[in-house]
């Protein structure tokens, strides 16, 4: 009965700062939701809006993170409220969000390169989405890796899919690796 009840707790974990919250079953899913706020509202809050035309204070966002037996990993994300029609970029970044947008490092690499061709949808996790009328949008991306540990923080939304971009937002996620 302990050992339930320790399991429970281990399931359900809340990140202080913002109400989002990271649910799992076991250490191989992740599933975590907030609501964007300005930094200035509170900057230790896990999702952070940093152009509040594309990303308003408000708006929600969830990242799911599965990984299955063999290592495979899926990462999806969903938003409402954002910007319907305009086109985001997305990627799972290197550290925790932070007031300053570049607070979040740059993005996670499967094989760490400092080469710009290494920079692709093979060897980061892209999430480009473009929200339906109603500012609902959803991405997913699949590799057959996992995250290593310590190295992958939050997801980051751009203003423009693709590689480059201003980040628009940020979310602070536990991208932990799977068992």
Known sequence: MVAGICAGAVAAVVLVGGGA???GDDQ???RADARFAAPGDDASHPA???????????????????????GATTVRLRVRGLTPGHAYGAH???????ADPAAAGGHYQHRPSADPADANPRNEVWLDFTPDPHGEGWATAQHGWDFRPGEASSVVIHDRPGNSGARAACFTVPLRPAR
């Open 28 to 30: 191989d899913s992740v």
């Open 48 to 70: 952070l809006t940093y152009d509040r035309k594309l990303v308003p204070a408000g708006s929600w966002i969830e990242v799911r993170r599965h990984t299955d037996r063999g």
């Open 92 to 98: 799972v970044h290197q550290k925790p969000c932070g």
């Open 21 to 23: 919250v990271a649910h």
